[in-house]
C-alpha cells in the first residue's frame, strides 16, 4: 500500500530561522513528488513537481529536493507570510493516477 | 493558468436537505477530476475520482448513494451531498489536471465548507 509520511506535524519558527521538512514515501513506481501549500480555509496551491531521486526545485525562499525514499522542503530565512500547511503527495504505484498525501507539516513562522 | 473553481465557498443546510457543489475547471479542459473531504488538522481524504462521460469511482467506504458525483462536461463536475446530517459537515474540495498524465500536478479549488444544522 502506497504510504507517504510527513514529520514535523507541527514546526515553530522565528523570522528568519531556517529549518526543513521531511517527506517520507513507499509509492511504488512513483511518478511524482508534488508539494503544495495550504492556508486555512483553502485548497492546496500547488509548488513543486519533484521527478527523479537527485532532482531540486526553487522558488524563493522554498527549495525541494528529492532522494529515493524522501523529499525536503527546505525554507530558507522564513518569513511569517511563510506561515501555513504544507503538504507532500506522490502520485504513481497501487494509486494510478490519484495522489497519495501526507498528514502535513503545519508551519508557524514569529516576526 | 490552471486555475479551478468551486462553488459554493460555504453553505449552510439544514439536516435532511440535499447540496450542490459545483467545480470549473475555468482555462483547461479536465477529463478527470477529484474529490476530496478534509477535517479540521487533518489532509486531504479522496472520496472519490469523476470522469468526464462515465461513472465516477468511490474511494473503499465512501457511500455513493450519498455523494453522487456527475461529470457532464469536460469543465465541470459536481458533488451532491444528499441527505446531509450533521456528520457530513467538512471542507470539500475538488481538484483537476490539465493533462491525463500520472504526473501533472494537481491544481485544487478553494473548497467549500459544508455546515449541516
Known amino acids: 500500500e502506497d504510504q507517504v509520511t510527513q514529520s514535523p506535524e507541527a514546526l515553530r519558527l522565528q523570522e528568519g530561522e531556517s529549518s526543513s521538512l521531511n517527506c517520507s514515501y513507499t509509492?511504488?513506481?512513483?511518478?511524482?513528488l508534488f508539494w503544495y501549500r495550504q492556508d486555512p480555509g483553502k485548497g492546496p496551491e500547488f509548488l513543486f513537481t519533484?521527478?527523479?531521486a537527485g532532482e531540486e526545485k526553487e522558488k524563493e525562499r522554498l527549495k525541494a529536493t528529492l532522494t529515493k525514499k524522501e523529499s525536503f522542503l527546505h525554507i530558507t530565512a522564513p518569513k511569517p507570510e511563510d506561515s501555513a500547511t504544507y503538504l507532500c503527495?506522490?502520485?504513481?504505484?497501487?494509486?494510478?493516477?490519484?495522489?497519495?498525501f501526507g498528514g502535513g507539516t503545519r508551519v508557524l513562522v514569529k516576526p | 493558468g490552471a486555475v479551478v473553481s468551486q462553488h459554493p465557498s460555504w453553505v449552510i443546510c439544514k439536516s435532511g436537505t440535499s447540496v450542490k457543489i459545483e467545480c470549473r475547471s475555468l482555462?483547461?479542459?479536465?477529463?478527470?477530476m477529484f474529490w476530496y473531504r478534509q477535517f479540521p488538522k487533518q489532509s486531504l481524504m479522496l472520496m472519490a475520482t469523476?470522469?468526464?462521460?462515465?461513472?465516477?469511482?468511490?474511494e473503499q467506504g465512501v457511500e455513493k448513494d450519498k455523494f453522487l458525483i456527475n461529470h457532464a462536461s469536460l469543465t465541470l463536475s459536481t458533488l451532491t451531498v444528499t441527505s446531509a446530517h450533521p456528520e457530513d459537515s467538512s471542507f470539500y474540495i475538488c481538484?483537476?489536471?490539465?493533462?491525463?498524465?500520472?504526473?501533472?500536478?494537481?491544481?485544487f479549488g478553494n473548497g467549500t465548507r459544508l455546515t449541516v444544522t
Open positions: 481538484s483537476a489536471r490539465p493533462r491525463s498524465t500520472y504526473n501533472s500536478p494537481l491544481h
Open positions: 509509492v511504488s513506481g512513483l511518478r511524482g
Open positions: 519533484l521527478y527523479s
Open positions: 503527495a506522490g502520485a504513481g504505484g497501487a494509486a494510478g493516477n490519484k495522489l497519495t
Open positions: 482555462d483547461f479542459q479536465a477529463t478527470t
Open positions: 469523476s470522469n468526464e462521460g462515465s461513472k465516477a469511482t468511490y
